[in-house]
């Protein structure tokens, strides 16, 4: 199995570790199959993300994909967010390429993204 | 520590070969390129070499010469034993037990035997990884034709209680195999002694080549042929042998079994020195497997709040090599179905890191793994979306 260089990177450096007290919302997603868990903290402003933090706790693409969404995510709308920060988006910034096994962890971070959005907008 | 130095902790998986192994091997490879089975004089030499090596492996496990047959390794070895045994004793039964947690080439075996009809019991296991004794009492009846129980568990090191297993198999007329992959080396095995009918064995776990291992039958035992082609091997399993892996293996299994206690000694020195280091540099861990009951060769921890893989690939990036669930289950995304049927939860297997060590591995190598380790925990557990508390303190 192999992980891109970007991918690594990004796990080797991650972005936006940490939480945000007070966030406007938080979407958290569990797998309890696999025994994941990913958070993403929002702060916005006029509709605007303006600050995205996120927590996992899961394997290397995994804790990849959801730093990858943090940034992203800083400086869109809460609609443009919901729409263009998908799983096979978050792969292409990681080097385009993730085995099948591991898609899931993409595809954790865009459920993730979705559910701060509409936990913002419940409010 | 230099730089650049690799600290191999994942000895479970593979071994590196010996240098008395290597050359053996490269020897045999410009020497000895006859075919063993032609009859001009360099396939006699390769026979000859073939036959030395029986010698060999049947006296590592107390065997005879002519109960031991060469394999591509021990996944064949299992799937031969199982589904050979099956189809060649269907008149007097189609039931076969084993446990749960067994190796993926047994599993699958009896997998694809219960497909063809066959019934399958998968004994339980206990929190430490021992089978439920009762439990393979009660599943015994007329129809049962094989047992397969391993010797010793490859994910924590859990050994079972293979004498009063075969014993029991004994009592009950139903052929015993154990794959004892794992076990080579580190547990003394005399199949009279125990009782086996059959033992799979590979090459690469104990300094030998990767791709050849053996399959011991206890003469009399009723088994079909796995590999169809020439009369190779007494006409048990078809296909030209690879006599340097061979010549490979007999050197290696010589070595790993002349000193077994000696060998186990150290290794529990290394094990017990590598548990008392990581629990005063790390809190909230936790060792999976039975205390007493096991290779001293495996340590298996839980980190908690850290997930496995990240914790592996951080150790990966100075130089550090360990394992998370078994190697052949890497790459696949579920916690390791042996920690879970051991009763731990999927959050607690996921954050499981195997060290496996060998007789070469060094409390300076001990030393600076924990130290990485310790550092890579820490890192991930301050990215985990898992809180971790000690006395109502989050840490």
Not at chain 2, 197 to 222: C, E, Q, R, W
Not at chain 2, 288 to 305: C, Y
Not at chain 2, 330 to 346: E, F, H, I, R
Request: aromatic share 6%; with cysteine; net charge neutral.
């Amino acid at each position: 199995m192999e992980y891109t260089e970007e991918l690594l990177n990004e796990f080797y450096n991650p972005a936006n570790v940490g939480v945000i007290k007070a966030a406007s919302a938080v979407g958290k997603i569990v797998d309890d199959e696999n025994g994941e868990i990913m958070k993403i903290y929002i702060s916005v402003e006029k509709n605007k993300i303006v600050d995205a933090k996120f927590q996992t706790y899961g394997c290397v693409p995994s804790i990849a994909c959801s730093s990858m969404a943090t940034k992203m995510m800083i400086g869109l709308t809460l609609e443009e967010a919901a729409a263009s920060i998908t799983a096979s988006a978050i792969v292409k910034e990681l080097g385009g390429k993730l085995s099948d096994t591991k898609t899931r962890s993409a595809e954790m971070a865009e459920k993730a993204v979705k559910a701060a959005v509409k936990n913002y907008s419940k409010k | 520590m230099e730089k650049n130095k690799i600290v191999y902790l994942d000895n479970a998986a593979t071994t590196a070969m010996s240098n008395e192994v290597y050359c053996e091997m490269i020897d045999a490879y410009g020497k000895l390129y006859g075919n063993p089975s032609s009859i001009y004089k360099a396939g006699r030499e390769a026979d000859a070499a073939l036959r030395s090596v029986r010698e060999k492996v049947a006296k590592a496990i107390g065997a005879s010469a002519n109960e031991i047959y060469f394999t591509s390794g021990g996944s064949e070895a299992n799937n031969w034993a199982i589904k050979g045994i099956a189809r060649a004793n269907r008149d007097k039964g189609n039931h076969i037990i084993t446990s749960v947690i067994e190796h993926p080439s047994v599993l699958e075996s009896c997998k694809a035997l219960e497909k063809e009809g066959f019934k399958v019991t998968y004994i339980p296991v206990d929190e430490f990884g021992v089978i439920k004794y009762s439990e393979l009492v009660k599943a015994i009846g007329p129809n049962t034709i094989l047992i397969s129980i391993m010797t010793a568990n490859n994910e924590v090191g859990t050994v079972q209680p293979i004498k009063a297993i075969a014993e029991l198999a004994k009592a009950n007329d139903v052929i015993f195999h154990t794959d004892a992959v794992q076990a080579i080396g580190q547990i003394d095995l005399n199949v009279k002694d125990i009782g086996i009918d059959m033992l799979s064995i590979s090459a690469h776990k104990f300094n030998g080549p990767k791709g050849v291992g053996a399959l011991y039958i206890k003469k009399g035992t009723k088994i079909q042929k796995f590999i169809d082609g020439g009369e190779q091997q007494r006409n048990m399993r078809a296909g030209t042998e690879n006599v340097a892996a061979i010549v490979g293996f007999g050197k290696a299994i010589e070595d790993a079994t002349a000193n077994i206690e000696e060998n186990t000694k150290y290794l529990k020195s290394i094990r017990k020195y590598f548990l008392k280091t990581i629990s005063e540099a790390i809190h909230n861990i936790q060792l999976n497997g039975h205390n007493t009951q096991r290779l001293q060769s495996i340590a298996s921890i839980s980190f908690e709040g850290a997930e496995g893989e990240a914790v592996l690939m951080m150790l990966d990036r100075e130089g550090i090599y360990v394992s998370t669930g078994s190697a052949c289950a890497s790459g696949s995304n579920k916690p390791s179905y042996v920690l879970l049927a051991m009763g731990k939860d999927a959050e607690t297997a996921a954050s499981t890191v195997r060290f496996s060590f060998s007789k070469n591995t060094t409390k300076e190598e001990i030393d600076y793994a924990v130290e990485e380790i310790r550092k890579a925990v820490k890192k991930i557990r301050s990215i985990s979306a898992v809180r971790i508390y000690k006395n109502k303190v989050e840490l």
